[in-house]
T-cell receptor, first 115, second 114 residues
Framework: GAVVSQHPSWVICKSGTSVKIECRSLDFQATTMFWYRQFPKQSLMLMATSNEGSKATYEQGVEKDKFLINHASLTLSTLTVTSAHPEDSSFYIC???????????FGDGTRLSIL | KNQVEQSPQSLIILEGKNCTLQCNYTVSPFSNLRWYKQDTGRGPVSLTIMTFSENTKSNGRYTATLDADTKQSSLHITASQLSDSASYICVVRPLSGNTDKLIFGTGTRLQVFP
């Protein structure tokens, strides 16, 4: 149980393109979803926390107009990287939590490469 | 400042050997401490979870220990296999402040060679 699916797993696109990444909880309802970014040989860095039906809470230094997060249902959250540039290239990982003290379950990540 | 530090940064061992990874943390109080395995290009997968009152937790060939007095945890891998090659991340969930913001260690990259 507690499977989180992320799609796509890998995307390559030109600079200036907007890219949407989906995060789905397959067998549970996720009241809260989290988006992380991971650079090579570094650990995960929290970008934002989103609760279903509410606006996302962004970490300091993360541009909310650049990284649009939508959590419209209890099983789906999306991260849209708008007008992506090479410096946005990274590994993006989502996690989902059912409620309160339940653990976060991580997706398999999306490798984003901007040319 | 809440921090989690891991050592060594990287480790190479031969298949069949044992190894121990270390985690030192300053997060206090904390709700739980987890060890995750992250294969290259994949998301983290939880191996063990311990609350502050637990000293040890096993999951197959993985055994985690916790010393809340010294704020140290270790992950011991027994009879390593090639598939154990991955990054191992120590993650602490704080009990106060933003309890949703997990504190991640930088990980230990383990390589197991035949």
């Amino acid at each position: 149980g507690a499977v989180v699916s992320q799609h796509p797993s890998w995307v390559i696109c030109k600079s200036g393109t907007s890219v949407k990444i989906e995060c789905r909880s397959l067998d549970f309802q996720a009241t809260t979803m989290f988006w992380y970014r991971q650079f090579p040989k570094q650990s995960l860095m929290l970008m934002a926390t989103s609760n279903e039906g509410s606006k996302a809470t962004y970490e300091q230094g993360v541009e909310k107009d650049k990284f649009l997060i939508n959590h419209a249902s209890l099983t789906l959250s999306t991260l849209t990287v708008t007008s992506a540039h090479p410096e946005d290239s990274s590994f993006y990982i989502c996690s989902a939590r059912e409620w309160g003290n339940q653990p976060q379950h991580f997706g398999d990540g999306t490798r984003l490469s901007i040319l | 400042k809440n921090q989690v530090e891991q050592s060594p940064q990287s480790l190479i061992i031969l298949e069949g050997k044992n190894c121990t990874l270390q985690c030192n943390y300053t997060v206090s109080p904390f709700s739980n401490l987890r060890w995750y395995k992250q294969d290259t290009g994949r998301g983290p997968v939880s191996l063990t979870i311990m609350t502050f009152s637990e000293n040890t937790k096993s999951n197959g060939r993985y055994t985690a220990t916790l010393d809340a007095d010294t704020k140290q945890s270790s992950l011991h891998i027994t009879a390593s296999q090639l598939s154990d090659s991955a990054s191992y991340i120590c993650v602490v969930r704080p009990l106060s402040g933003n309890t949703d913001k997990l504190i991640f260690g930088t990980g230990t990259r383990l390589q197991v060679f035949p």
